[in-house]
């Protein structure tokens, strides 16, 4: 079952541009995570958001978590060509399966 | 180096041929999983181990058998491939939340 939903499912933009990746949830969580895969190959963890915190940051990574509204964004600044990829956000559910949000495709254009 | 390996990366089999994708991790790692991928409908649980001797059904395990006889080796054992069956697959193992992915199995079945 995907409980995560990803907004939007794909994005395009320049170079040097700001990429922001939204993702909704259903179910109260201890923690969310991003995940980003290029094409084809595994999923690479990037960052975690524990449920009592509201922004994390990571390079130029920076993530927000509004329990509230059961969401979190994702967002990559001054992006490069090798941020292209698909980025996931991911709960985890019973037994500890992680349940993954259809993706949002990032293509930035050199 | 922390990886999780699996093999083959690629395969092309027929219908009703049994098939092993192997799969091991150099974590000491507890939790083990199978996903598959496919498009439109993001990243499916197959199975998954919580530790040696203890494996589960994920949310579409038909057609499937694993293994977890050592903490490190989780095998996927398509015993009669189909079509259907046509798809990306992943091993992940995880300690806590976060999960360390494989570089994917691209299965095709005739």
């Known amino acids: 079952s995907q409980q995560g939903e990803e907004d939007p499912q794909a994005l395009s933009i320049q170079e040097g541009e700001n990429a922001t990746m939204n993702c909704s949830y259903k179910?109260?969580?201890?923690?969310l995570q991003w995940y980003r895969q290029n094409s084809g190959r595994g999923l690479v963890h990037l960052i975690l958001?524990?449920?009592?915190?509201r922004e994390k940051h990571s390079g130029r990574l920076r993530v927000t978590l509004d329990t509230s509204k059961k969401s979190s964004s994702l967002l990559i600044t001054a992006s490069r060509a090798a941020d292209t990829a698909s980025y996931f956000c991911?709960?985890?559910?019973?037994?500890?399966?992680?349940?993954f949000g259809q993706g949002t495709e990032l293509s930035v254009k050199p | 180096e922390a990886q999780v390996t699996q093999n083959p990366r690629y395969l092309i089999t027929v219908t009703g041929k049994k098939l092993t994708v192997t799969c091991s991790q150099n974590m000491n790692h507890e939790y083990m999983s199978w996903y598959r991928q496919d498009p439109g409908l993001g990243l499916r649980q197959i199975y998954y181990?919580?530790?040696?001797?203890?494996?589960d059904k994920g949310d579409v395990p038909e057609g499937y058998k694993v293994s977890r006889k050592e903490k490190r080796n989780f095998p996927l054992i398509l015993e009669s491939p189909s079509p259907n069956q046509t798809s990306l697959y992943f091993c992940?193992?995880?300690?806590?939340?976060?999960?360390?992915f494989g570089q994917g199995t691209r299965l095709t079945v005739v």
């Open positions: 991911a709960t985890v559910g019973e037994g500890g399966k992680l349940i």
């Open positions: 958001i524990r449920s009592n915190e």
């Open positions: 992940a193992s995880s300690l806590g939340t976060r999960a360390f």
């Open positions: 181990s919580m530790n040696v001797e203890v494996t």
């Open positions: 179910t109260s969580i201890n923690n």
